[in-house]
């Protein structure tokens, strides 16, 4: 199936896939750069919530008519410095306090689409706030999606070392004199932009799958974390633009209705993660572990 | 706000409230904040798929459910638990979302899976709830004292009792019960909310475990009957009210936490 996408003149001149292709890419890029961090740093749980919770903003943007881009990443950019300031006191806390943000977010959401469905004149917009639908993007998001990732991309390198030093070994951290808040602030940053572009591209409920999926699975098979970035890196690109491949192929599958986009990209991920666990279970000795942590140790 | 019609919903959600408070108190002692939302996120599909194929609901979020609790307790062991619970919540839903693409409807019904759905309710719906309920209910209250035990200090009870693995899994599916029985009630997204909120907070007002129980239920009743009143008079929707007062009810705890260090520092 996938071989015939090429050939297929359409898929390439046409508009809604080039732009997808684009928004896409930059989604999966950055969220393997920032998902492999999340992952090491313990806090898949914490991506998922900002992900969620940036629906609120989405679901605003919709009702206001404004680029829903910005929405998700106005929305999830507050709630993390927001749940980074908070988590300063106590850290043991912070699974509790990121499911309350959660639930508060998520009534705001309920609250929005409510609105949106009685006021406002866009119908399914729960459906694509949540799920995602990439070919409906407007080509206006191109250059504003395309800054956002470039920002997280230099965020993320500038803060690359520090943070995985900090992840690994804080005290170390401390102790040479890093500035491990301001490190931190910035990762939570860069999390809220990564997350609000996968949001675009996959829907704010399904974010956590480009999030930590593509970072779980390199991390189980890269020895050195830069290895990591890059295998993460091509699991995403890959995952999203066979998604996109595919469900553009779908269209001929069941005639007149194509398959959402966001079933294939994640099924992809999920594939992807369990050859990945397969080969690092055959290869016997994990010796990727150690940039891993052990549950429970 | 009393009307015949709403007697059902007032008494099917105080009974969702009754059970996710006590299942509540573990998720919180268990700090499995995550497993307690990605279960009830990921059965939110089998509800969908259940009502296309015009099965009862419940059937569909209990399969979901089974599948969810094997599913992350499978990933877990070569995995941690919170990447386990973000893969499983995320192969469920893009289950669902073909589900719901394919058959061509978002229907007014899936909204109220996602955020909830208190009117309407049948007089089957409230029976058979109850009766799971006493069932989650019993089991929960027979192992409430290794539960917690393991919950506290793993290395203790692997001493005293043995093997503890049977306790994560009796655990996750009592988790997995409460979230049939509460979804279609309270919704996929909010049900957890109703589980951590009132039991963050009633662990701040006492020391003693079972007060703490006890506080988690009352507070979640209360958190339910407010949204239902709150709900009905602003006619907006009851997830919002049920996210507001579960957070309210942390930032309550917190305070309380903060100002008891204050006064014995």
């Known amino acids: 199936m996938l071989m015939s996408v090429p050939s297929n003149p359409g898929f390439w001149v046409n508009e809604p896939v080039r732009v997808a292709l684009t928004v896409g890419a930059g989604a999966a890029l950055v969220c393997a750069v920032v998902g492999c961090a999340t992952v090491m740093r313990r806090q898949a749980f914490a991506g998922h919530a900002l992900a969620d919770v940036s629906s609120a903003g989405g679901s605003a943007a919709y009702l206001l008519g404004l680029n829903p881009l910005l929405g998700f990443l106005g929305m999830a950019a507050a709630v993390a410095v927001v749940m980074e300031w908070a988590d300063m006191r106590e850290v043991r806390e912070r699974d509790l306090l990121t499911?309350?943000?959660?639930?508060?977010?998520?009534?705001?959401?309920?609250?929005?689409?409510?609105?949106?469905?009685?006021?406002?004149?866009?119908?399914?917009?729960?459906?694509?706030?949540?799920?995602?639908?990439?070919?409906?993007?407007?080509?206006?998001?191109?250059?504003?999606?395309?800054?956002?990732?470039?920002?997280?991309?230099?965020?993320?390198?500038?803060?690359?070392?520090?943070?995985?030093?900090?992840?690994?070994?804080?005290?170390?951290?401390?102790?040479?004199?890093?500035?491990?808040?301001?490190?931190?602030?910035?990762?939570?940053?860069?999390?809220?932009?990564?997350?609000?572009l996968a949001a675009m591209t996959v829907g704010a409920i399904l974010a956590t799958a480009l999030l930590i999926g593509p970072a779980a699975a390199a991390l189980r098979l890269a020895r050195r974390p830069f290895e990591a970035l890059v295998l993460a890196a091509l699991i995403g690109l890959g995952a999203t633009w066979g998604g996109i491949a595919l469900a553009y192929e779908s269209f001929y599958w069941t005639p007149g209705r194509g398959w959402p986009v966001s079933f294939f990209i994640v099924i992809l991920i999920f594939v992807a993660y369990l050859l990945s666990s397969w080969a690092a279970t055959r290869r016997g000795a994990r010796r990727g572990a150690a940039l891993y942590g052990c549950e429970g140790a | 706000m009393f009307a015949p019609f709403m007697v059902h919903a007032w008494l099917l959600a105080t009974i969702v409230a009754l059970v996710s408070g006590a299942i509540g108190f573990f998720v919180v002692a268990r700090r499995a904040a995550f497993p307690a939302h990605a279960l009830p996120l990921g059965a939110f599909p089998g509800a969908a798929a259940a009502s296309l194929l015009g099965v009862n609901q419940l059937l569909g979020l209990a399969v979901f459910c089974a599948l969810g609790v094997l599913v992350i307790s499978q990933l877990q062991r070569g995995e941690r638990r919170e990447v386990a619970s973000a893969l499983w919540l995320a192969l469920s839903l893009a289950a669902g979302v073909l589900l719901l693409s394919l058959s061509g409807v978002y229907a007014q019904s899936i909204n109220g899976l996602l955020f909830g759905q208190v009117l309407g309710v049948s007089r089957e719906q409230v029976v058979s709830v109850a009766v799971l309920s006493v069932g989650a209910l019993g089991v929960l209250a027979l192992f409430a004292r290794p539960l917690l035990l393991d919950s506290l200090s793993g290395e203790l009870a692997a001493a005293a009792l043995g093997r503890t693995g049977r306790l994560e899994w009796i655990f996750l599916a009592m988790l997995a019960l409460t979230t049939v029985i509460a979804v279609p009630v309270v919704g996929a997204l909010l049900v957890f909310t109703l589980m951590v909120g009132p039991a963050s907070a009633a662990r701040a007002f006492t020391n003693r475990p079972w007060r703490a129980l006890a506080g988690s239920v009352a507070l979640s009743v209360a958190s339910v009957w407010g949204a239902i009143a709150l709900a009905y008079l602003t006619n907006w929707p009851v997830g919002l009210f049920v996210g507001l007062l579960g957070a309210a009810c942390y930032v309550s705890g917190r305070l309380r936490s903060a100002g008891a260090v204050a006064q014995a520092g």
Not at chain 1, 110 to 115: D, Q
Not at chain 1, 127 to 137: D, E, N, Q, W, Y
Request: no cysteine.
């Open chain 1, 99 to 196: 499911g309350v943000v959660l639930g508060a977010g998520l009534g705001l959401t309920a609250l929005l689409l409510y609105f949106d469905a009685t006021m406002g004149s866009v119908s399914g917009a729960a459906m694509t706030v949540l799920f995602g639908s990439m070919f409906t993007i407007p080509a206006t998001i191109v250059p504003v999606a395309l800054a956002v990732a470039g920002a997280a991309l230099v965020a993320s390198a500038i803060i690359y070392r520090p943070l995985l030093l900090s992840a690994l070994a804080a005290d170390l951290a401390r102790a040479q004199g890093l500035r491990v808040r301001a490190v931190t602030l910035t990762h939570a940053v860069t999390l809220a932009l990564a997350v609000s």
